[in-house]
C-alpha cells in the first residue's frame, strides 16, 4: 500500500503524553456511554427504528429535501443550496460583505470543517472565531478537531496556559477551571459584537422546517441568538422526516457521545426571530450543502454512511483510533466513521490507506446508535481501492506494451526477432503456460485466460529467405 | 443550472427507484409512560440534583417569591414578562427590572445581572430538563447570560418526558421560533476531560416548582 503516513503513525505511537491522552479520553467516554445505556432498557428498539428513519429518509432525500425547503421558507428562513465547499463558503462570504460584517462567531460545527470555512473567512479578512471551548483552543493553535466530540482531547492544560499566554496575552495560568473563565469573557465580547454567527446542524426536520442543534456549553445557542444574522450549515444527509423522531435520536445522541440522557442545550429553531418576539436574528440562512454526498448516494449499500449522526462512539471504541488518535486520518473526520465517509467523499484513491486502518474487530458497527455497518462498508471500500489499483496497474501496462509495439514497429530487424520469438512461444495450445509470470498475472492473466490466438504467421521477410536458402540447396 | 437544481437532480439519479422510495415513513415511535405527579416531581427533582441543579418545592406562589428573594440576595436579575412571574410576586422584588420588549435593552440588562429569572414552558421529569418556548413573554437571552438562571415551573406543567413533550407539541415551529430544552447549568470537559461548569450559559440553575 503507498501513501501510508508511516512516519506520522510512529511519531504518535512515540509519544507518551499523547497515547495516555487518547486512551484515558476514549475509556472514559466509552465507559460514560455504557453506563447510560444501562438505563435506558429499550436502546436496541431505538436504534432499529433510528436506522429505520434514516434508512427512509435517504432513500426519500429528494421528497425531504423539497418539504424542508418549504417549511423553512414558510418561517420566514431562507434556503441555499451549495454544490461544494466553495459555494458554501463563499456565500458566507458574500453575505458578510453585503452585511458589512468583519466578526463572525462559529459553533461547533464538523460540516465547516470539512469546508475549510475558517480559512477562507480568515484569507478574505474577516474574523471567524470558534466559541466551543475545545474549538476555541484548536483554533488559537492552528490545528484540526482531534476528536468529533473532544476537538482538544490532545491538550493538556499546560498547552492551553501556554496557548492563552501566547495568543491572548494573559498571564500564565494553569488551572482548568480559571483557563475556561478566561475564555468565557474573551469569547462573551465576542458574542456580543458579532454580525453574523455560523453554526452547523444536527439535524434538520422536514415537517417543520427547522435546524436542530446540540451542545453544552451555551454557545450554540449564543451564536443563534446574539449576532443579527444565524447561519447554519448543513450537509444535506441531516434530515428526519419529523419533529417527532427527535423523541429517538435525542436519546440515543447524548448517551452514545458523553453518557449524558439529554445534552445540556437543544435548541429547536424554526425561522429567525418573530414579529412579537423579544430577542433572537433577525434573519436565517440555511446552507445544504452537497459537497461529495450525491456522488455516495449511488452506492445503494454504502449509502448507509450518510445516516451517521456524529456521535463519536466509533472512535472511541475503535482500536485503531485509540492508538493513532484524530490527526493521522485525513480530512475533517477520523476515526472509523472518518475511514468509510472521507474515502467516499474525496474518492478512493486519495488516500487508499484509510479503508485499511482498521482490524475489522466489528466495535465501531456494534456501538452505532444507527446501526450503520461500518465493517461491512471498509470490506467494500478495500475492495474498491483493489479494483482502482488494478485499473491504474492494467493503465500503466497498456501503456508500456504500446511503446514497446511502436519502438519494435519502428525497428524491422527487431521486429523480425519478436515474430520469431512469438511463433516459439505461442506454438501448441500451452502457450499460456510459457509466458513469463511477470506478465501473466493480475488483470492481464484474467485478460488472456479467455483468449486464444491463431498461429503467428510468417513474415514476408522470413519466407522469402527460406525459399532462397531451398533454392540455393 | 442552479445549484438548487443540480443537487436535486444528483439526488434522484443517484437514488433511481429503490425499493423503498414513495414509501411511509416509519411511525412515530413515541411512548408515554404513566406517573402520578408526585412521582413525576420526586423524578424531577433527583434527575435536576445529580446534574448540580438546584430544585425547591414551594407550597404557594408567596412562597415561591420568597424563595426566590433569598437565592437573589438584593443582586440584580432580569425576570421574563411571563404572567405567572407577576402573580407569585417575583417581578415586584427590588432588584428584579422586568418588561423588556427591546432586544438592546434586555441585552443590556442580561449582561450586568446576577440572575435571570423565567417560567418554564415545561419540565421533563426524567432528566430534569427545561423546556423553554420563546415568546412576548419569554425571551431567549434571559436564562442565558446570566451567571444564574431561575426557573419557576408551576407544577402541571412537569411531563415525564421527550415523549410526552414532543406529543404535547408535535411541531414547535407552530408555535416559536426556538424552543430550547435545557438540562443542568452550562458545561464542558474541553480539556482534559475535566468537569467545568458555567462555561458559556449559566453555571447555576435553580428550579422553584410551586
Request: hydrophobic share 40%.
Amino acid at each position: 500500500m503507498s501513501g501510508v503516513p508511516e512516519e506520522r503513525f510512529h511519531r504518535t505511537l512515540a509519544d507518551k503524553g499523547l497515547q495516555e491522552a487518547i486512551r484515558s479520553s476514549t475509556v472514559r467516554l466509552s465507559d460514560h456511554r455504557r453506563t447510560a445505556l444501562e438505563t435506558l432498557p429499550e436502546y436496541e428498539e431505538l436504534r432499529t427504528q433510528a436506522n429505520a428513519v434514516k434508512r427512509h429518509t435517504i432513500e426519500n432525500l429528494e421528497s425531504y429535501l423539497k418539504q424542508f425547503e418549504s417549511n423553512a421558507l414558510a418561517h420566514g428562513a431562507q434556503v441555499v443550496w451549495a454544490r461544494d465547499a466553495a459555494e458554501a463558503a463563499d456565500f458566507v462570504l458574500e453575505l458578510a460583505k453585503r452585511k458589512n460584517a468583519r466578526l463572525i462567531v462559529k459553533s461547533k460545527s464538523m460540516t465547516t470543517e470539512e469546508i475549510g470555512l475558517n480559512e477562507r473567512l480568515a484569507h478574505h479578512g474577516l474574523e471567524p472565531v470558534e466559541t466551543d471551548l475545545g474549538e476555541y483552543i484548536i483554533q488559537l493553535a492552528g490545528e484540526r478537531p482531534y476528536h468529533i466530540v473532544a476537538p482538544a482531547l490532545h491538550k493538556t492544560r499546560y498547552d492551553v496556559a501556554a496557548l492563552f499566554t501566547e495568543k491572548l496575552g494573559v498571564a500564565r495560568e494553569i488551572e482548568i477551571e480559571k483557563q475556561t473563565r478566561i475564555a468565557r469573557s474573551v469569547l462573551r465580547e465576542k458574542f456580543l459584537a458579532a454580525d453574523i454567527g455560523v453554526s452547523g446542524a444536527n439535524f434538520l426536520i422536514a415537517d417543520s422546517g427547522a435546524v436542530v442543534l446540540v451542545e453544552n456549553e451555551g454557545n450554540a445557542r449564543l451564536t443563534t441568538t446574539a449576532p443579527r444574522i444565524h447561519v447554519a450549515i448543513a450537509g444535506i444527509e441531516k434530515l428526519l422526516p419529523r419533529a417527532q423522531d427527535l423523541a429517538v435520536f435525542l436519546k440515543l445522541l447524548g448517551r452514545s457521545a458523553t453518557g449524558q440522557p439529554l445534552t445540556v442545550y437543544t435548541s429547536f429553531l424554526t425561522g429567525p426571530r418573530r414579529e412579537a418576539e423579544i430577542d433572537g436574528p433577525d434573519e436565517l440562512y440555511v446552507v445544504l450543502l452537497d459537497n461529495g454526498r450525491t456522488r455516495l448516494l449511488a452506492d445503494a449499500e454504502k449509502r448507509q454512511s450518510l445516516y451517521c449522526i456524529r456521535c463519536g462512539a466509533c472512535l472511541n471504541h475503535c482500536p485503531v483510533y485509540r492508538k493513532l488518535g484524530g490527526h493521522n486520518y485525513p480530512g475533517a473526520y477520523s476515526g472509523p466513521i472518518g475511514a468509510i465517509i472521507t474515502p467516499q467523499f474525496m474518492g478512493v484513491m486519495h488516500h487508499p490507506w484509510l479503508p485499511f486502518a482498521s482490524s475489522l474487530c466489528g466495535a465501531c458497527g456494534e456501538v452505532c446508535p444507527v446501526k450503520i455497518d461500518i465493517p461491512k462498508l471498509l470490506l467494500d471500500l478495500r475492495a474498491d481501492v483493489h479494483t482502482a489499483e488494478a485499473r491504474q496497474g492494467q493503465g500503466r501496462l497498456e501503456r508500456l506494451g504500446f511503446r514497446a509495439w511502436a519502438w519494435v514497429m519502428r525497428h524491422p530487424r527487431m521486429y523480425e526477432m519478436a515474430g520469431l520469438m512469438a511463433s516459439a512461444l505461442l506454438a501448441g495450445d500451452r502457450w499460456r503456460s510459457r509466458l513469463p509470470d511477470l506478465v501473466n498475472q493480475g488483470p492481464l492473466r484474467a485478460w488472456l485466460s479467455q483468449r486464444d490466438l491463431p498461429p503467428v504467421a510468417k513474415s514476408f521477410h522470413r519466407l522469402w529467405r527460406e525459399r532462397r536458402k531451398a533454392a540455393a540447396k | 443550472m442552479t445549484a438548487r437544481e443540480q443537487i436535486l437532480d444528483s439526488v434522484r439519479a443517484a437514488l433511481g427507484s429503490g425499493p423503498d422510495r414513495h414509501r411511509a415513513a416509519p411511525a412515530v415511535r413515541i411512548s408515554v409512560p404513566e406517573r402520578t405527579p408526585d412521582a413525576r416531581i420526586e423524578m424531577f427533582f433527583s434527575a435536576i440534583s445529580n446534574l448540580a441543579g438546584k430544585p425547591y418545592l414551594a407550597t404557594s406562589p408567596t412562597d415561591a417569591c420568597r424563595h426566590v428573594a433569598g437565592i437573589l440576595d438584593g443582586q440584580p436579575a432580569v425576570a421574563s414578562n411571563a404572567p405567572f412571574l407577576r402573580e407569585c410576586g417575583i417581578t415586584g422584588l427590588a432588584s428584579v427590572q422586568t418588561g423588556f420588549t427591546d432586544s438592546g435593552a434586555l441585552r443590556q440588562a442580561c449582561a450586568t445581572a446576577a440572575a435571570g429569572i423565567t417560567c418554564a414552558h415545561y419540565a421533563l421529569a426524567d432528566t430534569g430538563t427545561l423546556v423553554m418556548l420563546a415568546s412576548p413573554e419569554e425571551a431567549r437571552l434571559i436564562s442565558l447570560l446570566p451567571p444564574s438562571h431561575i426557573a419557576v415551573v408551576p407544577q402541571a406543567r412537569i411531563v415525564t418526558g421527550l415523549d410526552e413533550l414532543f406529543s404535547l407539541v408535535p411541531q414547535p415551529g407552530e408555535l416559536t421560533s426556538s424552543m430550547v430544552l435545557i438540562t443542568g447549568p452550562s458545561r464542558t470537559a474541553d480539556i482534559e476531560q475535566i468537569l467545568v461548569r458555567g462555561v458559556h450559559g449559566p453555571g447555576e440553575i435553580h428550579i422553584v416548582v410551586v
